[in-house]
């Protein structure tokens, strides 16, 4: 009995300490997704195959941190993924106490993919129809004490609440997105040991049909609280795996924001071969300040930091001892100061061309952001791209420099296609109007529907397909008018005289 309980505790123990997650597949690449917001890491072991199920991983895993200051005072959110520590918790921030959720209650990824989006739009208004679970459970509106607003959804209705049986819907974005919600004020810092900021991550991971060899990423990083936090470094910490994970190189690309990893010999035994794989992340609409490696061991330069000075003096782009990295050899010599490891020749600082040379092994790197400030009640968006490549034939730098292209271009033309938002500043209404005044105007034709419901909600005139008539209302009073998009719906009050 005494044994029985044990067990029973021993796995019951296991069970807490579960990430939950979900796999995002791209087409050429399935990626783990966790609740804790570490990527491409599944219980410690490698999850981002190219291709799916040929146990080939691209990485070791991928975390973003923060850090920033107040009143001199340093604030760090970090993971090391190394060790499994996280300074983040599953979950949003209690909007009054600024304290995080419990993360039992909040261990969840959210997917949704936009086939279930476009069936439930289709058919909410069938009376057989039952919302699917993905789109029920879409964590839009925050209760009790959290945000009123957590993921993002269209609001169909117009009405402020996410509600699917009337048309409501996730605002994704690609073909499939995952949604994570984070904070860094539940627990002690267990990674960097540093100061909590209270802050939120909401993190949104998706695919685009363009992009099959890659996950694109959008996080906000929101700060709820009345402090204005400055010099803010957001980073992105990339532990390659690509096959075997033991005969690799990494280098970096300063024009185009890149780490990256490639074999450091001719064959990755038991994984790619000698196909010369590649992985990397890109970081999109920012500039890359700095690009360092991290070694996982106590090395002076390199080593994992411990503390949250030495997180922070790596996310600047210094060795965690303070040094700078200087050019050519490791990076750890007497070469010319320098932002960029083993950048080719990329560095616009630099005239000469320096790739790596010394022994494979394991590789991670650190790429840096710089924002000024991080305001009061404000945030900060910040974009990613992450993948690979099974096969190259030509030099890794230049394979590098057209993938990038490529993928940043697949991103610019989704941001353009993606989420038209009605033109409100194009829309007018002569208002207020007439009773049995038509009220259209060509600047309706870009809507997809217009609804007009009077002060109770009745609906008094429903007109679809771009097709309007004209619109007259019979009675005075104060109306609402709701016009959709594709995507979206935006209200307008119409007053009747
Ligand atoms: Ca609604
Ligand atoms: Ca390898
Ligand atoms: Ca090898």
């Given at each position: 009995?005494?044994?029985?309980?044990?067990?029973?505790?021993?796995?019951?123990?296991?069970?807490?300490?579960?990430?939950?997650?979900?796999?995002?597949?791209?087409?050429?690449?399935?990626?783990?997704i966790n609740a804790d917001g570490?990527?491409?890491?599944?219980?410690?072991?490698?999850?981002?195959?190219?291709?799916?199920?040929?146990?080939?991983?691209?990485?070791?895993?991928?975390?973003?941190?923060?850090?920033?200051?107040?009143?001199?005072?340093?604030?760090?959110?970090?993971?090391?993924?190394?060790?499994?520590?996280?300074?983040?918790?599953?979950?949003?921030?209690?909007?009054?106490?600024?304290?995080?959720?419990?993360?039992?209650?909040?261990?969840?990824?959210?997917?949704?993919?936009?086939?279930?989006?476009?069936?439930?739009?289709?058919?909410?208004?069938?009376?057989?129809?039952?919302?699917?679970?993905?789109?029920?459970?879409?964590?839009?509106?925050?209760?009790?004490?959290?945000?009123?607003?957590?993921?993002?959804?269209?609001?169909?209705?117009?009405?402020?609440?996410?509600?699917?049986?009337?048309?409501?819907?996730?605002?994704?974005?690609?073909?499939?997105?995952?949604?994570?919600?984070?904070?860094?004020?539940?627990?002690?810092?267990?990674?960097?040991?540093?100061?909590?900021?209270?802050?939120?991550?909401?993190?949104?991971?998706?695919?685009?049909?363009?992009?099959?060899?890659?996950?694109?990423?959008?996080?906000?990083?929101?700060?709820?609280?009345?402090?204005?936090?400055?010099?803010?470094?957001?980073?992105?910490?990339?532990?390659?795996?690509?096959?075997?994970?033991?005969?690799?190189?990494?280098?970096?690309?300063?024009?185009?924001?890149?780490?990256?990893?490639?074999?450091?010999?001719?064959e990755d035994e038991g994984h790619?071969?000698?196909?010369?794989?590649?992985?990397?992340?890109?970081?999109?609409?920012?500039?890359?300040?700095?690009?360092?490696?991290?070694?996982?061991?106590?090395?002076?330069?390199?080593?994992?930091?411990?503390?949250?000075?030495?997180?922070?003096?790596?996310?600047?782009?210094?060795?965690?001892?303070?040094?700078?990295?200087?050019?050519?050899?490791?990076?750890?010599?007497?070469?010319?100061?320098?932002?960029?490891?083993?950048?080719?020749?990329?560095?616009?600082?630099?005239?000469?061309?320096?790739?790596?040379?010394?022994?494979?092994?394991?590789?991670?790197?650190?790429?840096?952001?710089?924002?000024?400030?991080?305001?009061?009640?404000?945030?900060?968006?910040?974009?990613?791209?992450?993948?690979?490549?099974?096969?190259?034939?030509?030099?890794?730098?230049?394979?590098?420099?057209?993938?990038?292209?490529?993928?940043k271009a697949v991103y610019l033309?989704?941001?353009?296609?993606?989420?038209?938002?009605?033109?409100?500043?194009?829309?007018?209404?002569?208002?207020?109007?007439?009773?049995?005044?038509?009220?259209?105007?060509?600047?309706?034709?870009?809507?997809?529907?217009?609804?007009?419901?009077?002060?109770?909600?009745?609906?008094?005139?429903?007109?679809?397909?771009?097709?309007?008539?004209?619109?007259?209302?019979?009675?005075?009073?104060?109306?609402?008018?709701?016009?959709?998009?594709?995507?979206?719906?935006?209200?307008?009050?119409?007053?009747?005289?």
């Amino acid at each position: 009995m005494k044994l029985l309980t044990v067990i029973f505790t021993f796995f019951s123990s296991c069970l807490m300490a579960q990430i939950n997650g979900s796999t995002l597949q791209s087409g050429k690449l399935a990626m783990r997704i966790n609740a804790d917001g570490q990527l491409a890491i599944e219980n410690g072991m490698p999850a981002s195959e190219m291709t799916n199920n040929s146990n080939n991983h691209l990485f070791r895993f991928v975390n973003v941190w923060v850090s920033g200051y107040e009143n001199g005072k340093l604030s760090i959110a970090s993971t090391n993924g190394f060790k499994n520590l996280n300074d983040y918790s599953s979950g949003p921030l209690d909007s009054v106490t600024l304290i995080g959720a419990n993360p039992d209650n909040w261990n969840l990824v959210w997917t949704v993919s936009r086939d279930e989006i476009n069936a439930h739009r289709r058919s909410f208004r069938d009376q057989d129809y039952s919302v699917i679970e993905s789109i029920k459970n879409w964590p839009a509106n925050g209760f009790g004490q959290y945000n009123t607003y957590l993921a993002p959804f269209i609001d169909y209705d117009g009405d402020g609440k996410y509600d699917p049986a009337k048309g409501d819907y996730p605002d994704i974005r690609g073909n499939v997105s995952s949604f994570f919600i984070l904070n860094d004020n539940y627990k002690e810092h267990k990674a960097s040991g540093g100061l909590p900021f209270k802050i939120e991550i909401y993190g949104m991971l998706y695919v685009l049909p363009e992009a099959p060899e890659a996950v694109y990423a959008k996080y906000y990083i929101v700060n709820p609280t009345e402090k204005t936090y400055s010099d803010i470094r957001i980073s992105l910490h990339t532990a390659f795996q690509l096959g075997n994970s033991n005969d690799n190189y990494c280098g970096t690309d300063a024009v185009n924001n890149v780490a990256f990893a490639y074999n450091g010999d001719e064959e990755d035994e038991g994984h790619f071969g000698t196909q010369k794989p590649l992985a990397f992340s890109m970081i999109l609409d920012n500039k890359v300040e700095s690009i360092i490696q991290i070694s996982d061991d106590k090395d002076a330069f390199s080593g994992m930091p411990e503390t949250a000075g030495e997180y922070r003096t790596l996310m600047e782009g210094k060795w965690k001892n303070g040094t700078s990295i200087n050019f050519g050899d490791d990076g750890k010599g007497s070469g010319k100061t320098c932002k960029f490891i083993f950048p080719g020749s990329t560095d616009p600082s630099q005239t000469n061309n320096w790739i790596e040379n010394g022994f494979p092994g394991e590789r991670s790197l650190l790429m840096n952001v710089e924002f000024p400030t991080l305001n009061r009640y404000g945030y900060l968006e910040f974009n990613f791209v992450i993948g690979g490549l099974e096969k190259t034939v030509s030099d890794p730098y230049k394979e590098i420099a057209e993938i990038s292209n490529k993928l940043k271009a697949v991103y610019l033309q989704y941001n353009l296609i993606a989420e038209p938002q009605p033109d409100v500043s194009g829309f007018w209404v002569k208002n207020p109007s007439g009773i049995n005044e038509n009220i259209n105007n060509e600047s309706f034709e870009k809507f997809q529907k217009i609804s007009i419901i009077d002060a109770s909600g009745r609906v008094i005139l429903s007109q679809n397909s771009r097709q309007f008539y004209d619109i007259k209302i019979s009675e005075k009073g104060i109306y609402f008018l709701i016009l959709t998009t594709e995507n979206q719906s935006i209200t307008k009050k119409l007053i009747i005289l």
